[in-house]
C-alpha cells in the first residue's frame, strides 16, 4: 500500500509524547482530509500562515508540518493554491524580517528547496509568532543534525514486492557472461577490509591475485583499484573504472599497479588499453600537489592516456545555482538562450554526454577502458552508467535501469549523503553538489533523442529525483555499501524500486521497442541538447504542462484496443478446439486454456 489514512494527533509541537487530547487542545489542529498520511507519518504542528506566492501574489491559508512534509492550503481564494514538499528537500530555513519591520508581509520564514524552489511565508508580527514554527521545520527537515532519524527509518510503508531484491551483484555479473577465462570473481573486500567504499563482490583480471590486488590499492586513491563494470560478450572488452593513482609531485611509480593495468589490456588482447581522466588535464596536474594525478606515459607504456575536460563539483553546484536563479520564479523570455548560455549547465550535461559517447565507442570497437576521476565516484561514476546504457539495451529496460543505478552508483559508493545532505543543517557545504542530477538530465537528453529505445518514461526519471530528495525511502541514504549495511537499511527501510513496482504500468513508455544489440550514440551538441523544462521549471503555473501527450494517449488506447482483439481470438480458439459441447458444460472456466492447447498471437498492426 503506498498511503494510509490520516493518522490521528498523536504529537506535540517537538516531538516529545503528550496526551492527545492537549496536544489537540494547544496546537488547534484541524482535520486533513485531502492529504493521505503515510503510515509512520505523524502531524507535527498547524499554523495560519500567508504564502507569499509568487506567481499569485500573498496567499491566507494553513500551514501543517508533519514528521514528513511541509503541506500548505489556502483558506481566501476560490482557485486552490496547495503546497506539498517533503522536509527532506529543504536545504535551508531562514528568518526573515524582525519584529520591528515594516511593509506587508515582511515578517516571516523563508525556505530554499534542493528542488529548484523557494517559499516564502508571512505571520504576524507579534508575540513571537513565528518562533514555534521556525524552530519545528528546522528540527524535521534536518533530523540528523538533532540526533533523531530520518523519515526512511519511520517509514511504515509496506509493498508486495521488496524492491532490495532488484539487484543482485553475482546474478548481474552472470547476465554478462561471468565469471570467464579472462576475469573472476573476488570476495577479497566481503568485510571491506580491502575498500572500505567498495562493494563487496568485485570482477577482476584472472591472472591478478589477491596480494596483488592489496599492494594496488596502496597506489590508488582511497584504495579504489580497477575493477570491472561492464563485459562485452562479443569483443570480450570491458569497462573497468578505479580512482586517480598517487603519484605525487615526485612522479611515484608502482610497478604492481603498471602490471595490473596490463592483465586488464591483456585480457582481450587489447593492444593499447585506453584510460579516460575525467577531469580537465590542468586539474589532473593540480591533483599532484595533494598526492594524486594520472597515468605517464612513461610507467605505463602499454596505454593511452585521455582526458575529458568534465568539471569538478564545485563547478556544476554553481551551474545549477545559477540556472535556479533564471528559472525560478520568473523565465525571463527576451534573454533566455543568453541566460541559459551562461550558467553552462547544457555544456557540462554535453562533455559528460561527450565523454560516455567516447567510452561506449571505444569498447563497441574492441578496446578495453579504464575510467576515473579524482576518487571515482563522481564523474566515473557518470561515465562508466551512460555508456553501459548506450552499449547494453537490458540497463535501458523498467528493471534494468534500476540494476545500473544500484550497480554503479549505490554499489560502487556515489557519496549521496554528502552530495545531497540528507538531513543536514549545514546548507553551506562544499561536498554538496548536483552529480547525480547531472547524470538522470543526460539520461533524459538521450531519452529524447531515442524515444522508442527506453522501456521507462520522464515520469520514473522525475519520480527518482524526487526521492533522491525526500528521505522518504532508504535507496539514496548514506554514501557507500558499508555504511548502509552498519544502518541496516535494507532492513529498516524500504526500498524505492518497492514503489515503482507497485505501480510500473505509471513509468512505461508505451513507444518501447525492444532491440537487443543496438548501441545508441547520441548527439552531443549543444543544438541537440534541450533544458528539461518539465524537471527544472515545473513549479511554473505558467509553463503549461502536459502529464501525457495527445500522441502518447493515444497509443495506448490503441494498445489496450489490440489486447481485447487478442483476448478475444484466444477465447474464440479456444471454443472451437474444445472437445464436446459436454466438456464445456462441465468446465467452470470455458474458456481457459488445457495445458496442451497452443494459442497462436496474431500482431496486430497499430
Given at each position: 500500500?503506498?498511503?494510509?489514512?490520516?493518522?490521528?494527533?498523536?504529537?506535540?509541537?517537538?516531538?516529545?509524547?503528550?496526551?492527545?487530547?492537549?496536544?489537540?487542545?494547544?496546537?488547534?489542529?484541524?482535520?486533513?482530509?485531502?492529504?493521505?498520511?503515510?503510515?509512520?507519518?505523524?502531524?507535527?504542528?498547524?499554523?495560519?500562515?500567508?504564502?507569499?506566492?509568487?506567481?499569485?501574489?500573498?496567499?491566507?491559508?494553513?500551514?501543517?508540518?508533519?514528521?514528513?512534509?511541509?503541506?500548505?492550503?489556502?483558506?481566501?481564494?476560490?482557485?486552490?493554491?496547495?503546497?506539498?514538499?517533503?522536509?527532506?528537500?529543504?536545504?535551508?530555513?531562514?528568518?526573515m524580517g524582525g519584529a520591528s519591520s515594516r511593509g506587508e508581509n515582511s515578517y516571516g520564514l523563508e525556505i530554499t528547496c534542493k528542488d529548484m524552489r523557494n517559499l516564502r511565508f508571512a505571520l504576524k508580527q507579534e508575540g513571537h509568532s513565528r518562533r514555534d514554527i521556525f524552530e519545528i521545520i528546522f528540527k524535521y527537515a534536518f533530523p540528523l543534525s538533532?540526533?533523531?532519524?530520518?523519515?526512511?527509518?519511520?517509514?511504515?510503508?509496506?509493498?508486495?514486492?521488496?524492491?532490495?531484491?532488484?539487484?543482485?551483484?553475482?546474478?548481474?555479473?552472470?547476465?554478462?557472461?561471468?565469471?570467464?577465462?579472462?576475469?573472476?570473481?573476488?570476495?577479497?573486500?566481503?568485510?571491506?577490509?580491502?575498500?572500505?567504499?567498495?562493494?563487496?563482490?568485485?570482477?577482476?583480471?584472472?591472472?591478478?591475485t589477491e596480494e596483488d590486488l592489496k599492494r594496488v590499492a596502496t597506489f590508488r586513491s582511497r584504495c579504489r583499484i580497477p575493477v570491472l563494470s561492464w563485459f562485452h560478450k562479443e569483443n570480450h572488452a570491458v569497462i573497468t573504472r578505479c580512482s586517480q593513482p598517487l603519484v605525487g609531485m615526485s612522479g611515484k611509480r608502482n610497478k604492481d599497479d603498471e602490471r595490473y593495468l596490463d592483465l586488464i589490456r591483456e585480457a582481450n588482447g587489447t593492444t593499447k588499453l585506453t584510460i579516460y581522466d575525467a577531469r580537465p588535464n590542468v586539474n589532473a596536474v593540480a591533483n599532484k600537489a595533494t598526492g594524486g594525478g594520472y597515468e605517464g606515459d612513461d610507467a605505463y607504456q602499454n596505454a593511452e592516456l585521455v582526458?575529458?575536460?568534465?568539471?569538478?563539483?564545485?563547478?556544476?553546484?554553481?551551474?545549477?545555482?545559477?540556472?535556479?536563479?533564471?528559472?525560478?520564479?520568473?523565465?525571463?523570455?527576451?534573454?533566455?538562450?543568453?541566460?541559459?548560455?551562461?550558467?553552462?549547465?547544457?555544456?557540462?550535461?554535453?562533455?559528460?554526454?561527450?565523454?560516455?559517447?567516447?567510452?561506449?565507442?571505444?569498447?563497441?570497437?574492441?578496446?578495453?577502458?579504464?575510467?576515473?576521476?579524482?576518487?571515482?565516484?563522481?564523474?566515473?561514476?557518470?561515465?562508466?552508467?551512460?555508456?553501459?546504457?548506450?552499449?547494453?539495451?537490458?540497463?535501458?529496460?523498467?528493471?534494468?535501469?534500476?540494476?545500473?543505478?544500484?550497480?554503479?552508483?549505490?554499489?560502487?559508493?556515489?557519496?549521496?549523503?554528502?552530495?545531497?545532505?540528507?538531513?543536514?543543517?549545514?546548507?553551506?557545504?562544499?561536498?554538496?553538489?548536483?552529480?547525480?542530477?547531472?547524470?538522470?538530465?543526460?539520461?533524459?537528453?538521450?531519452?529524447?533523442?531515442?524515444?522508442?529505445?527506453?522501456?521507462?518514461?520522464?515520469?520514473?526519471?522525475?519520480?527518482?529525483?524526487?526521492?533522491?530528495?525526500?528521505?522518504?525511502?532508504?535507496?539514496?541514504?548514506?554514501?557507500?555499501?558499508?555504511?548502509?549495511?552498519?544502518?541496516?537499511?535494507?532492513?529498516?527501510?524500504?526500498?524505492?524500486?518497492?514503489?515503482?513496482?507497485?505501480?510500473?504500468?505509471?513509468?512505461?513508455?508505451?513507444?518501447?521497442?525492444?532491440?537487443?544489440?543496438?548501441?545508441?550514440?547520441?548527439?552531443?551538441?549543444?543544438?541537440?541538447?534541450?533544458?528539461?523544462?518539465?524537471?527544472?521549471?515545473?513549479?511554473?503555473?505558467?509553463?503549461?504542462?502536459?502529464?501525457?501527450?495527445?500522441?502518447?494517449?493515444?497509443?495506448?488506447?490503441?494498445?489496450?484496443?489490440?489486447?481485447?482483439?487478442?483476448?478475444?481470438?484466444?477465447?474464440?480458439?479456444?471454443?472451437?478446439?474444445?472437445?464436446?459441447?459436454?466438456?464445456?458444460?462441465?468446465?467452470?472456466?470455458?474458456?481457459?486454456?488445457?495445458?496442451?492447447?497452443?494459442?497462436?498471437?496474431?500482431?496486430?498492426?497499430?
Amino acid at each position: 500500500m503506498a498511503s494510509a489514512p490520516i493518522a490521528p494527533y498523536n504529537s506535540s509541537p517537538l516531538g516529545n509524547s503528550s496526551s492527545p487530547n492537549a496536544s489537540r487542545e494547544s496546537l488547534k489542529m484541524e482535520p486533513l482530509a485531502d492529504v493521505a498520511m503515510l503510515p509512520g507519518e505523524e502531524r507535527v504542528i498547524d499554523k495560519d500562515i500567508i504564502y507569499i506566492c509568487p506567481f499569485n501574489a500573498a496567499v491566507k491559508g494553513k500551514v501543517f508540518i508533519t514528521n514528513y512534509r511541509l503541506y500548505f492550503k489556502n483558506t481566501d481564494s476560490e482557485s486552490p493554491v496547495t503546497l506539498d514538499v517533503p522536509l527532506g528537500v529543504i536545504s535551508r530555513v531562514e528568518k526573515m524580517g524582525g519584529a520591528s519591520s515594516r511593509g506587508e508581509n515582511s515578517y516571516g520564514l523563508e525556505i530554499t528547496c534542493k528542488d529548484m524552489r523557494n517559499l516564502r511565508f508571512a505571520l504576524k508580527q507579534e508575540g513571537h509568532s513565528r518562533r514555534d514554527i521556525f524552530e519545528i521545520i528546522f528540527k524535521y527537515a534536518f533530523p540528523l543534525s538533532h540526533g533523531m532519524q530520518l523519515f526512511a527509518f519511520l517509514s511504515q510503508e509496506k509493498y508486495e514486492e521488496n524492491g532490495w531484491n532488484v539487484y543482485e551483484a553475482m546474478e548481474e555479473y552472470r547476465r554478462q557472461g561471468l565469471p570467464n577465462s579472462e576475469w573472476r570473481v573476488t570476495f577479497i573486500n566481503k568485510n571491506y577490509e580491502l575498500c572500505d567504499t567498495y562493494p563487496t563482490i568485485l570482477v577482476v583480471p584472472f591472472k591478478a591475485t589477491e596480494e596483488d590486488l592489496k599492494r594496488v590499492a596502496t597506489f590508488r586513491s582511497r584504495c579504489r583499484i580497477p575493477v570491472l563494470s561492464w563485459f562485452h560478450k562479443e569483443n570480450h572488452a570491458v569497462i573497468t573504472r578505479c580512482s586517480q593513482p598517487l603519484v605525487g609531485m615526485s612522479g611515484k611509480r608502482n610497478k604492481d599497479d603498471e602490471r595490473y593495468l596490463d592483465l586488464i589490456r591483456e585480457a582481450n588482447g587489447t593492444t593499447k588499453l585506453t584510460i579516460y581522466d575525467a577531469r580537465p588535464n590542468v586539474n589532473a596536474v593540480a591533483n599532484k600537489a595533494t598526492g594524486g594525478g594520472y597515468e605517464g606515459d612513461d610507467a605505463y607504456q602499454n596505454a593511452e592516456l585521455v582526458f575529458l575536460d568534465i568539471h569538478n563539483i564545485h563547478v556544476m553546484r554553481e551551474s545549477l545555482k545559477k540556472l535556479k536563479d533564471i528559472v525560478y520564479p520568473n523565465v525571463e523570455e527576451s534573454h533566455w538562450l543568453s541566460s541559459l548560455e551562461s550558467t553552462h549547465w547544457l555544456e557540462h550535461i554535453k562533455l559528460v554526454l561527450s565523454g560516455a559517447i567516447q567510452v561506449a565507442d571505444k569498447v563497441s570497437s574492441g578496446s578495453s577502458v579504464v575510467v576515473h576521476c579524482s576518487d571515482g565516484w563522481d564523474r566515473t561514476a557518470q561515465l562508466t552508467s551512460l555508456s553501459m546504457l548506450m552499449l547494453d539495451s537490458y540497463y535501458r529496460t523498467l528493471r534494468g535501469f534500476q540494476v545500473l543505478l544500484e550497480k554503479e552508483w549505490i554499489g560502487f559508493g556515489h557519496k549521496f549523503a554528502s552530495r545531497i545532505g540528507h538531513g543536514d543543517k549545514n546548507h553551506a557545504d562544499q561536498d554538496r553538489s548536483p552529480i547525480f542530477v547531472q547524470f538522470i538530465d543526460c539520461v533524459w537528453q538521450m531519452t529524447k533523442q531515442f524515444p522508442t529505445a527506453f522501456e521507462f518514461n520522464e515520469r520514473l526519471l522525475v519520480v527518482i529525483l524526487d526521492h533522491l530528495y525526500s528521505c522518504r525511502f532508504g535507496t539514496f541514504l548514506y554514501n557507500c555499501e558499508s555504511a548502509r549495511e552498519s544502518n541496516n537499511v535494507r532492513v529498516k527501510t524500504v526500498s524505492l524500486w518497492s514503489f515503482v513496482s507497485s505501480d510500473a504500468s505509471f513509468y512505461v513508455n508505451p513507444f518501447y521497442t525492444p532491440e537487443s544489440s543496438r548501441v545508441l550514440y547520441p548527439v552531443a551538441s549543444m543544438r541537440h541538447l534541450e533544458l528539461w523544462v518539465t524537471y527544472y521549471i515545473r513549479w511554473n503555473p505558467r509553463i503549461q504542462q502536459q502529464q501525457q501527450s495527445p500522441v502518447e494517449q493515444r497509443y495506448k488506447e490503441l494498445l489496450v484496443l489490440r489486447d481485447q482483439y487478442l483476448k478475444k481470438l484466444e477465447e474464440l480458439q479456444l471454443s472451437d478446439s474444445a472437445p464436446s459441447s459436454t466438456h464445456l458444460t462441465n468446465s467452470s472456466t470455458p474458456n481457459a486454456a488445457t495445458p496442451n492447447q497452443h494459442i497462436t498471437h496474431l500482431q496486430t498492426p497499430f
